[in-house]
């Protein structure tokens, strides 16, 4: 293609192989062989060098491709200069500091590279780490890991929110709100289980985020277990998730069969305890 552009702007082979730094042989070669992969003449070699009406209707499409080619060669310059794309996957269950801290721990610990962070339900992240689509992520816990290598797991405490009590009225027993069991379902049954663990009769009300919860809990329709600290609402008590205690379980987990599993595994260290900082007093070493 690049020959095919000289060719055409200089409309002279000698030119041409000056402009691409080769010699006239391997021009015309290159020539040829561009011809016959498309199966059309691009110059007519009467006097001088002139496009055919095919070879006119290609060189716009040659110049796009070239500079698209260009592109992706600044941007593999760029990426080689900034170090290797560390992708990373949390679970939506994660407060927002703890997120920002995650993805600032690998540079904190002198790991070279860029992060990029998605989130997604456990399920899927498992998945898509298993695929190769991550190179880690911050589950849920507990989670079937499927051969997946998993860090310590970090007990975040929790908050209980509720309706405000209204003066002189009676407090009503409202169901929980919670994601889908499909997201994470052990997580989810551990979790069920603690709330009844006091004898108490569970009901829970299915929400797609923590946003749709504190509406349903501002609305007095539900009540919320949630981790992060900065949810609140007009109308909404916030009191300690302590009684039963129901901390939210994470932990990171990585793939230790890829070739780069060395360099992942000591971004797993630092992304645990970027994790582990977020609960400092209330942790489970190596937690199955």
């Avoid at 062989?33 to 691009?42: D, I, K, P, Q, T």
């Avoid at 690998?106 to 190179?135: E, K, M, N, S």
């Amino acid at each position: 293609m690049e020959i095919f552009v000289a060719l055409a702007e200089e409309e002279h082979f000698g030119s041409a192989a000056q402009r691409v730094g080769i010699t006239q042989p391997p021009l015309s070669q290159g020539l040829r062989r561009l011809e016959a992969l498309l199966g059309v003449r691009l110059f007519d070699r009467g006097r001088g060098v002139a496009l055919t009406d095919e070879g006119a209707r290609l060189l716009p499409h040659a110049r796009t491709a070239l500079a698209a080619i260009g592109e992706l060669r600044e941007l593999g310059a760029r990426e080689r200069a900034e170090g290797p794309r560390i992708r990373l996957g949390v679970a939506p269950e994660a407060p927002s500091r703890l997120v920002a801290a995650l993805a600032a721990a690998p540079a904190r610990a002198g790991i070279p590279g860029r992060i990029g962070v998605v989130t997604a339900p456990t399920a899927t992240l498992l998945a898509q780490v298993a695929a190769g689509r991550l190179d880690l992520a911050v589950i849920r816990h507990p989670a079937v890991l499927g051969g997946l290598a998993a860090g310590r797991v970090a007990l975040l405490p929790t908050w209980h929110l509720a309706p405000a009590a209204r003066p002189g009225g009676p407090r009503r027993r409202l169901p929980v709100a919670v994601r889908p069991r499909s997201e994470a379902p052990a997580a989810y049954d551990l979790f069920v289980d603690a709330l009844a663990s006091r004898g108490r009769r569970v009901e829970t009300v299915v929400v797609p985020d923590e946003r749709a919860a504190l509406a349903l809990v501002a609305a007095g329709q539900a009540t919320l277990v949630t981790a992060d600290g900065s949810l609140a609402a007009e109308g909404v008590e916030r009191t300690a998730a302590t009684d039963p205690p129901l901390p939210l379980r994470l932990r990171v987990v990585w793939d230790p069969r890829t070739p780069a599993a060395d360099e992942t595994g000591r971004t797993a260290q630092a992304l645990t305890g970027a994790l582990l900082g977020g609960a400092p007093s209330r942790t489970a070493p190596d937690a199955s």
